[in-house]
């Protein structure tokens, strides 16, 4: 095996690690593969003898280049307080999937927490990812931002407290997640508004892309009544929905006739249902390779 071809197995066992790092900065799988193809192209350009740690060097690469992203979106948003929802990681329950691997992932990417990541400033959102979610030391975050490693922490902590303040925390049991979505489903086919409002959380909030690439803002419903009346409204296309997991949380992909319509993902906390995302812009649902 001759370097190259070493440093290409390397660099393989190491993707999964650095996609993973580039979705929670980025909300996006295209740009976040994107990011790990640019990361390899600089590591194929290096001087790997003078790399001390090749994982930490690679972990800065796709950070850096995922932090020039961010600002390169915020610079071109014209509204700093519009949120696009993620890009959503939909898998097929199976029987014999191992219960923990959900649950680790829905906790760490739900898309109601990447909706919250997305209001962060760039540097803030690339301090907590790293450190909060990776265990990145301050010391080695700091000069990707241009900060001492104080302020670094500093950046973290005014994430963190943003983040548990606005992104709810979901119930760790998928089967008790998956109980509260059938309830919410059956009483949105049956029109049972009482029901609706029984398992939606008070302040919960509904977010869509608005079915169109030419949707600009995700709209938003906020608060058991104003949800549960929108549900009655698309509750008939419910019988068409089928139970998939979204970033491991319990959630739902509606189609008809080989063609999906939406995909659903749900925020479950305290038994009740805190957000609903919906992606229904068939450009992105096409994107995501969705079978029905």
Same mark, same amino acid.
């Given at each position: 095996m001759d370097g190259t071809t070493g440093l290409a197995a390397r660099f393989e066992r190491e993707r999964p690690r650095l996609r993973a790092v580039a979705y929670r900065l980025l909300g996006s799988l295209t740009e976040a593969e994107d990011a790990v193809q640019e990361t390899w192209l600089r &590591? #194929? $350009?290096?001087d790997v003898d003078t790399i001390d740690n090749l994982? #930490?060097? &690679?972990?800065?690469v796709v950070a850096r280049i995922s932090l020039n992203t961010l600002r390169s979106r915020a610079a071109r948003r014209e509204d700093p307080l519009d949120v696009r929802l993620p890009d959503p990681v939909v898998e097929t329950p199976r029987p014999d999937a191992d219960p923990a691997h959900a649950v680790v992932l829905a906790?760490? /990417?739900g898309l109601a927490l990447l909706v919250v990541l997305d209001t962060l400033n760039p540097t803030e959102r690339l301090a907590f990812v790293l450190h909060d979610m990776f265990g990145v030391p301050f010391d080695e975050i700091g000069p990707l931002v241009d900060r001492s490693p104080?302020? #670094?922490r500093q950046l973290a902590s005014r994430a963190r407290r943003r983040v548990r303040g606005r992104a709810p925390a979901p119930d760790p049991d998928l089967a008790r997640q998956r109980a509260v979505v059938d309830a919410f489903l059956t009483a949105a086919r049956e029109g049972d508004f009482e029901a609706l409002i029984a398992v939606l959380h008070p302040d919960v909030v509904l977010r869509s892309? %608005? %079915?169109?690439? $030419?949707? $600009?803002?995700?709209t938003a419903l906020t608060g058991a009544t104003e949800v549960a009346a929108q549900a009655t409204t698309f509750g008939r296309l419910f019988p068409y929905a089928r139970p998939v997991l979204v970033n491991g949380a319990a959630g /739902? &992909?509606?189609? #008809?006739g080989g063609r999906p319509l939406s995909v659903m993902a749900f925020t479950v906390t305290g038994g009740r249902i805190a957000a609903v995302d919906v992606i229904a812009d068939p450009h992105r649902l096409a994107a995501l390779g969705l079978a029905d």
């Open positions: &590591l #194929a $350009r290096a994982d #930490a060097w &690679l972990t800065t906790d760490a /990417v104080t302020a #670094a892309d %608005g %079915g169109t690439a $030419r949707a $600009r803002h995700t /739902v &992909l509606v189609s #008809a």
